[in-house]
């Protein structure tokens, strides 16, 4: 269970944060009219969001291949344990030549995230998980194949088609025009991830990115 102690300045993770530990596609479907509710019921207290109070996550206890929704700033943040089947597929020719900005060069990443798995740890994506689009959460879909042959795993976004890869990269030809967002965020042991807090001597905030 997601609850860890409170640590200066932060805000810790509740059971009410903790949307959902999976290993595959869960919960989260259907159109904008229905997602936006759920994210209403997301949001933090009011107190919370003005401080944009970073929040604390446990990630010790997140499987292989699962992903956890914590919520910041009102927003769902997908977390992912990425396996390195998972990774391979990052550098995988075949998924990069189908990707609108593979090298993530548009603004939606800081610069720690900004390579080959937009993340500060390889095996742990952290991005912000609404569709660039028109702000639907996307499905978490790992399994190969499993939107169609030559899927390699990712996110998909049922409200219009969207398709991310496991780094949250945007796929060409589809309505989304931006990569997933990656918040600022830094681990500050290894299983505790901080979201809404950049490493030290870095400065970025999430609203300086293209789109959220
Ligand atoms: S909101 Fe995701 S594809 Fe339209």
Known sequence: ????????????VTRRDFIYVATGAVAFVGTCAVVWPLISQMRPDAETIAAGAPIDVDVGS????GQMIVKWRGHPIFV??????????????????????PDSKIMQQPE???????????????????CTHLGCIPLYEPAKDEQGP?????????????????AGRVFKGVPAPYNLPVPPYRFVT???LRIGENPPGVNFGIESVVQV
């Open 190 to 192: 290894d299983r505790i």
């Open 150 to 166: 030559g899927w390699l795993g990712g996110w998909f976004c049922p409200c219009h088609g969207s398709k991310y890869d496991l």
């Open 62 to 65: 997140l499987p292989s291949g």
């Open 80 to 101: 992912v344990n990425r396996p390195a089947a998972a990774l391979a597929t990052l550098q995988t020719s075949a998924v990069i030549g189908e990707l609108a900005d």
């Open 1 to 12: 269970m997601p609850v860890q102690e409170k640590r200066g300045g932060t805000e810790p």
């Open 112 to 130: 720690y995230a900004a390579n080959w798995h937009r993340s500060v740890k390889p095996e742990f994506a952290v991005l912000v998980g609404v």
